[in-house]
């Protein structure tokens, strides 16, 4: 019988090796290594890439934090998903650079073997055996558990950008009415011989109901569009105190007989509240403020007194809409004093400029305590007016059997009382002539996108992780003297496959498919007698013993594995 010949397609099959030294040609390629001469060009600029990206969340969410939503036609989650996405593109292409780099690195060392290779190789690239590697774990396996958990930079990186609002408060310029000084005969109308104010006016009497629902006043064309802060100068009142103290004693007494002294039941005034006018002193008021602060029945009785003159004051000022209110931030103590403006004297009757205020403001702020010792049912509390009930100590005043009832200092809250009636008259004062443009700060409600940076920081975790187990893969690419891939070529190259013993045993991937890249190959059963395999026209020698292996071969040397056949190795 035949035998085949030389000139059948090289096939892993072909065992008499000797015989084929014939058909291979000089080698080309020489092994030459370097640092930079291999150095793995596309996987560090991938890792680069992914650091990048990571640096462009951090960029996207500092522009953002903060931002108007109106100010971004795409939204930043937009741009951090590309950048999440794109850094594990990268991460996972320097993956596999890595995973092949350090397939061959480790191949050339003396102690591997063809388990740590495939080891190597499975755990690069599959997350479920680099999970249960055990005790072969290794680099390429940590690598890929990384990478494969830095998609979770996705969701996260999404959480941190959310909408919410602010307040962004800019420049702007404010125009309010007010009157720096009240008209002459503004408030009120003096009636009789004693010279005393009568009634207020009834635009008075109007801003009082204002006042006690604590309604903003309305003004026309402010030009705020928000919340506007600003300093404004209009009528009020230069107010200056002083504190005094004064003795009292509700002890009662007693003779040497045994006998209470008849003095003991005098009567004391405990609290007193007053303000008074007089039109003859140019609109000058006087506040006075008297109250028991101590539980004792004897000691000193607090006494605040406050002149306050008409002048034009400064004033801070909130401006919402086309409303406008006093600062609450800010009290008398802070209004700057601009000029005295001494008032109007009508010594007849008629209209008074400050007297109706003042007939409102005594009427909400006159009030009285007295005490005095009533003997066996302990002691007389007598009082009058609200503010004697609005600022006593609520623990005592109900205990007429002792001296503990005591009061509160009503000084501040009266005095903020007497502020806003007349900064609220000054407007109702005002007309063309008295609009005040003045600068201020608006603060207008904006909705903005929010920067939450701990789940930046959770994102950048996953992502630094991934890049800092990919990083040693690479590590020994200078001992290699080609470019190297996983190709199955070049593996099988590698394991000397006869198919490919023709070609430079150091070509690349590349390279091997340019010399035998045209061959053709088929993967199945190939036909054995006697240790050498036969094509399919060769005759077989009579009783020889037919056997079968598994290769990759030519097409011409292949049949199809019968079901349930079992090869040789």
């Known amino acids: ?58 960029g996207i969410l500092v522009a953002s934090d903060n931002k108007p939503v109106d100010h971004w036609n795409i939204q930043p989650t937009v741009y951090l998903s590309i950048a999440s996405t794109a850094a594990n593109i990268l991460l996972q292409f320097a993956l596999t650079e890595g995973t092949t780099i350090f397939w061959w690195v480790r191949a050339l060392q003396g102690e591997t073997t063809v388990k740590n290779l495939h080891d190597y190789w499975d755990h690069g690239r599959h997350l479920a055996p680099a999970l249960f590697a055990g005790k072969s774990i290794n680099l390429a396996a940590f690598a890929c ?29 404010v125009r309010v009415p007010i009157a720096p000084v009240l008209p002459d005969g503004f408030t009120g109308l003096i009636t009789g011989r004693g010279h005393q104010t009568a009634m207020p006016n009834s635009n008075i009497s109007a801003l009082v109901k204002a006042y006690n629902a604590k309604l903003p006043v309305n003004i026309t064309e402010s030009l705020c569009e928000g919340n506007c802060v600003a300093t404004l100068q209009g009528a009020g009142f230069s107010i200056n105190c002083a504190a005094l103290a004064t003795p ?33 002193e140019q609109g000058m008021m ?16 607090m006494i605040d007194q406050c002149t306050l003159m008409p002048a034009i004051m400064e004033y801070h000022v909130i401006i919402v809409n086309n409303t406008v209110a006093l600062d609450p931030a800010y009290t008398y103590k802070d209004d700057k004093l601009i000029k005295l403006t001494p008032a109007f004297v009508n010594t007849f009757t008629g209209p008074t400029t400050y007297g109706g205020l003042w007939l409102i403001l005594n009427s909400m702020i006159e009030s009285s305590a007295s005490m005095n ?12 007016g609200l503010p004697a009930f609005e600022y006593a100590n609520g623990t005592h005043a109900l205990d007429t059997q002792n001296c503990t009832s005591n009061w509160n200092s009503p000084t501040d809250d009266m005095l903020a009382t007497v502020r806003d009636m007349l900064f609220r008259t000054a407007l109702l004062a005002a007309n063309s002539s008295t609009i005040q443009t003045v600068k201020a700060l608006q603060t207008d ?21 991934g890049i ?31 198919m490919l013993y023709s070609s430079d045993s150091n070509a690349t991937a590349d390279q091997l498919l340019r010399d035998v890249g045209g061959r053709r190959v088929r993967y199945g059963a190939v036909a054995v007698v006697d240790g050498r395999a036969i094509g399919h026209s060769e005759l077989v020698p009579y009783g020889a013993e037919v056997r079968q292996k598994l290769e990759m071969a030519d097409p011409g040397w292949i049949s199809k594995p019968n079901n349930g056949a079992l090869f040789d190795g």
């Open 1 to 58: 019988m035949g035998t085949s010949s030389l000139n059948q397609p090289f096939l892993s099959g072909l065992f008499e090796t000797s015989s084929l030294a014939s058909h291979i040609p000089a080698p080309v390629h020489p092994w030459r290594t370097g640092f930079w001469r291999r150095f793995p060009w596309l996987g560090i600029l991938a890792l680069f890439g992914a650091v990048l990206c990571a640096a462009a969340m951090v």
């Open 145 to 173: 558990i990384a990478v494969a958990i830095t998609p979770l930079n996705g969701p996260l990186i999404q959480r941190a950008s959310v909408v919410g609002s602010l307040h962004m408060t800019r420049e702007t310029t």
């Open 248 to 280: 009292f004693d509700v002890t009662p007494r007693l003779f040497d007989n045994g006998t209470v002294d008849p003095s003991s039941f005098d009567t004391t005034y405990i609290f007193q509240t007053n303000f008074t006018y007089w039109e003859m």
């Open 286 to 301: 006087n506040l006075t403020t008297l109250y028991k602060a101590t539980t004792s029945c004897n000691g000193d009785l």
């Open 373 to 384: 010792f009533a003997g066996a049912v302990g002691y007389d509390v007598v009082s009058s």
């Open 445 to 465: 409600p904006m909705t903005v996108f929010k920067s939450h940076y701990q789940f930046l920081g959770l994102a950048l975790l996953v992502t630094f992780l």
């Open 468 to 498: 800092f187990c990919v990083i040693p893969t690479f590590l020994g690419w200078w001992n290699l003297g080609r470019a190297v891939s996983l190709s199955p070529v070049e593996t099988a190259k590698a394991f000397s496959a006869p």
